[in-house]
């Protein structure tokens, strides 16, 4: 007979994660935020089934976007998980410009170690998911809803950034999607004759 899949780690975290983003909704989509936290681990789960990769994947957003402090998933959840966590966290507060931000976010995440970019890959992923379906939907009135002071031109550098800092994961079904959306959602159209 099998042992049990443990899931003790992940189920503490889910729950943890539950509660801090408990209200909050995902940005313009009517659904709770929790569903980002989950679709992030589903995407790092096909990269590795590390409980504490999954812990930190669903507490990903957790202390850039909730009172939690890292302090607070280092105590419940332990160094490593809190490491991770750290690694997807924001270097720079919201008010810096949005450039300066996004500069110190890919050195942060460029300079990672593997396992912080499969945690990375898993919420950059989902991210553009969303993006590549909302283009989809409706089209250029997308760029209106980003802080970018150039619109589409600032987020496709930063989508193109984050492939390059996350390209240690190239052999990875995630990273593929992720660069076959890049590509469907900022390249531009064909030209028909």
């Known amino acids: 007979m099998n042992n049990p899949l443990n899931t003790g780690l992940f189920d503490r975290a889910t729950l943890f994660a539950t509660q801090a983003h408990s209200g909050t909704e995902r940005r313009g989509k009517g659904y709770p935020y929790i569903i980002h936290c989950m679709e992030a681990a589903s995407i790092v789960a096909t990269i590795t089934n590390d409980p504490e990769m999954l ?28 490491d991770l966590v750290a690694h997807e966290t924001a270097p720079l507060p919201d008010d810096a410009p949005w450039r300066t931000r996004k500069e110190a976010q890919l050195a942060q995440l ?40 150039n619109g589409k031109e ?38 028909s004759s």
């Open 55 to 82: 812990a930190a994947a669903i507490l990903h957003d957790t202390v850039e976007d909730t009172s939690v402090t890292i302090e607070e998933i280092r105590k419940e959840f332990g160094d490593r998980v809190a």
């Open 110 to 149: 460029a300079s990672a170690p593997y396992d912080s970019k499969v945690v990375a890959m898993g919420d950059k992923l989902s991210n553009m998911r969303a993006l590549a379906a909302d283009y989809k939907a409706i089209g250029d009135k997308l760029w209106k809803r980003f802080h970018a002071p």
């Open 154 to 191: 600032d987020i496709a550098w930063y989508y193109r950034s984050l492939a390059d800092a996350l390209s240690e994961l190239k052999g990875t079904a995630a990273f593929q999607e992720f660069d076959r959306l890049l590509g469907e959602t900022f390249m531009p159209p064909s030209v």
